[in-house]
């Protein structure tokens, strides 16, 4: 039979039903009858979708509290330091980025990975001797959360497993399992000011784990490690050939008894992919720029890692071309002053925290040492403590802390380190 005809089914007259035989490489087929045809609608959501669960997001987004009439809410959850206006960036922060909307330079579309022009203003910020970076070793993101992402995708396949510290950043948990990884919980240890069990990490690691990621200074914990610890850190990921994701978007948020240490500048034998931005230092989580600097001295990752980075920036172009435009400002003409006087506040905040929480029964504060957070324990049951907020608001919110404790809290027959367990 010739393609595309049509033939009548009976004679004479036209008949209800015209038969439509599509001749295809020699055979026909019959609408209603192709192979693979769906018989009803079925549309359901991909596995990855099911896998997502992000469980902060999922208490806040859907949180229903009837509020007290007598009293106004202290959000004391997200660590987002824009959300009592007490703690605003600084003017020429937000002069750089005036002057680049004004420019009319950043209307456009980017390279997936930034402006080789901004990649090198970060290269050049954070470039030391010990942990050297070019333009090349930089890939700029949709803040410190797409970075991380980029990380976990580049770095571990389904069926593989990665190593996160509890308490942790729950985003790890949620990108992970969403893509088929394996998520295996490191403990931080609360007696030791929240150090990593290191025993306990090595352990766990076999022939499938595909990275190890290390928070510090630490959400939720306001840790910051040492030296000689993250050097027992590195030490453990050498002697076991495991790449570390370095989660340090609080980096340099440290008080001032305390260093921060990037993990790079410490290592020439492991590679580290360090994940950073503006939001938390800079006070502009809104602004949605993050950054992965690659660091490699021994060429471990070679150029796969480097190349699967970029490809997989380029699913979705990445951070806002007007912060790209503002970047070099933001970095050079920010004052140091406006950095002390963000951690002066926080220390402040902390200390007194830590000062009224103390105090209440049955809760153990462990004092912060930078980041933004302070956290209370029995552990493994405990509580964080944003501590952005206004001073006098602080102290209304332990007060109230206080209270609901007197009222809930009943210490168990027996010695005081019975009660404490």
């Known amino acids: 039979m010739d393609p595309y005809v049509i033939q009548m089914s009976s004679k004479g007259s036209l008949p209800s039903i015209l038969d439509l035989h599509v001749n295809v490489g020699g055979r026909s087929s019959v609408p209603g009858k192709m192979k693979g045809r769906k018989a009803r609608w079925s549309v359901r959501p991909s596995d990855m979708a099911k896998k997502t669960f992000n469980p902060i997001r999922a208490i806040v987004d859907n949180m229903k509290v009837k509020p007290n009439p007598n009293k106004t809410m202290i959000s004391l959850s997200i660590g987002d330091p824009t959300v009592f206006g007490n703690l605003p960036t ?21 390279p997936s990975i930034g402006f080789l022009s901004s990649r090198e203003e970060i290269a050049s910020y954070y470039h030391c001797p010990e942990a050297p970076l070019e333009a090349k070793d930089v890939i700029l993101t949709s803040g410190c959360s797409q970075a991380i992402d980029l990380c976990l995708a580049v770095l571990a396949n389904p069926g593989q497993n990665i190593l996160v510290p509890r308490p942790g950043f729950s ?109 938390k230092r800079w006070l502009v989580p809104g602004w949605r720029l993050g950054w992965i600097l690659i660091h490699d001295r021994r060429d471990i990752f070679g150029n796969e890692i480097r190349d699967g980075l970029v490809k997989l920036s380029q699913r979705i172009l990445g951070p806002c071309t007007i912060v790209q435009g503002a970047l070099k400002s933001i970095l050079c003409r920010t004052p140091g002053e406006f950095y002390h006087n963000t951690l002066s506040f926080l220390k402040s905040n902390a200390d007194l925290c ?16 930078g980041a933004m957070y302070l956290m209370c324990f029995e552990y493994p049951n405990f509580i964080r403590v944003v501590i952005t907020v206004p001073e006098v608001m602080m102290l209304e919110a332990c007060s109230r802390i206080q209270e ?11 010695s005081q380190e019975e009660c404490d367990k």
């Open 90 to 110: 600084d003017p020429e922060v937000t002069q750089a980025m005036k002057d680049a909307l004004d420019s009319g330079k950043y209307n456009g579309y980017a």
């Open 171 to 279: 985003l790890y948990k949620t990108l992970a399992e969403s893509m088929g990884i394996e998520v295996k919980l490191y403990n931080l240890l609360p007696e030791k000011s929240w150090e990593i069990d290191l025993k306990q990490l090595e352990s766990l690691i076999d022939e499938k784990t595909a990275c190890l990621i290390v928070n510090n200074p630490s959400n939720p914990c306001g840790s910051v490690f040492s030296k000689r610890h993250l050097q027992k850190i590195l030490a453990v990921a050498a002697r076991q050939c495991v790449p570390i994701l370095a989660d340090e978007i609080y980096g340099d948020m440290v008080f001032s008894d305390c260093k921060y240490e990037p993990l790079a500048t410490l290592s020439t034998d492991v590679p580290i992919l360090s994940c950073g931005g503006l939001a």
């Open 354 to 369: 830590y000062g009224a929480l103390a105090a209440i029964p049955g809760l153990r504060p462990v004092r912060p040492s």
């Open 404 to 414: 609901f404790c007197e009222q809930h809290y009943h210490c168990a027959e027996g």
